[in-house]
């Protein structure tokens, strides 16, 4: 791989940073926006259950701001040394990586169904199953020890983020027909 060819490869790595900073900072808005919708229950003091998706938000926007700016920097930097390395037309293009697309796929479709079902199975017990579900998708070693793990951890994290954002920050979860 020649010189040119380095730096087109940076700059095109470069290129999807870019991208990829803008688009979490549209992500991070619109957290921030709808953060604003969080019904709270009265909290003692000043802080509510809408000061975590606020604060996450805006140091997500600073971030992904940041990780923008790098990048359009350093793709302004690297076109100028691919302008001054010239055209080489014995130089081979590099090849393009492949993407699990299948998993992307399957993980857009599995985070449409946890919406749907939040309303409906609660927090907790659709968190269990989208986190178990998300986490065999991308898992490449199942075997039953990892199987038991991943549903231990499944089940482990929403009940870790459930009791204290209900009974210290009040925050208001999708119950469900289960009641939790």
């Not at 490869?9 to 957290?31: H, P, R, S, T």
């Not at 998993?103 to 079902?117: A, H, K, N, P, T």
Request: a positive charge; one cysteine or more.
């Amino acid at each position: 791989m020649d010189h040119r060819s380095k730096i087109q490869e940076q700059y095109d790595a470069a290129k999807k940073d870019l991208f990829v900073g803008l688009l979490l900072f549209l992500v991070f808005a619109a957290i921030f926006i709808g953060s604003f919708s969080i019904k709270t229950l009265p909290a003692n003091g000043n802080i509510t259950a809408r000061f975590f998706p606020i604060l996450i938000s805006c140091i997500g926007m600073g971030l992904s701001l940041a990780l923008a700016a790098t990048n359009g920097y350093k793709m302004r930097s690297l076109k100028k040394e691919l302008d001054a390395a010239g055209t080489d037309e014995t130089a081979e293009t590099p090849k393009r990586k492949s993407y699990r697309w299948g998993m992307v796929c399957i993980s857009i479709v599995l985070m449409g169904v946890y919406i749907f079902l939040i309303s409906i199975l609660g927090f907790v017990v659709s968190s269990a199953l989208y986190l178990f579900a998300q986490i065999l998708i991308l898992e490449q070693n199942r075997t039953l020890k990892r199987i038991l793990m991943i549903a231990a951890i499944s089940i482990a994290i929403p009940l870790l983020i459930y009791f204290p954002f209900r009974y210290i920050f009040y925050l208001i979860f999708p119950v469900g027909i289960f009641g939790f």
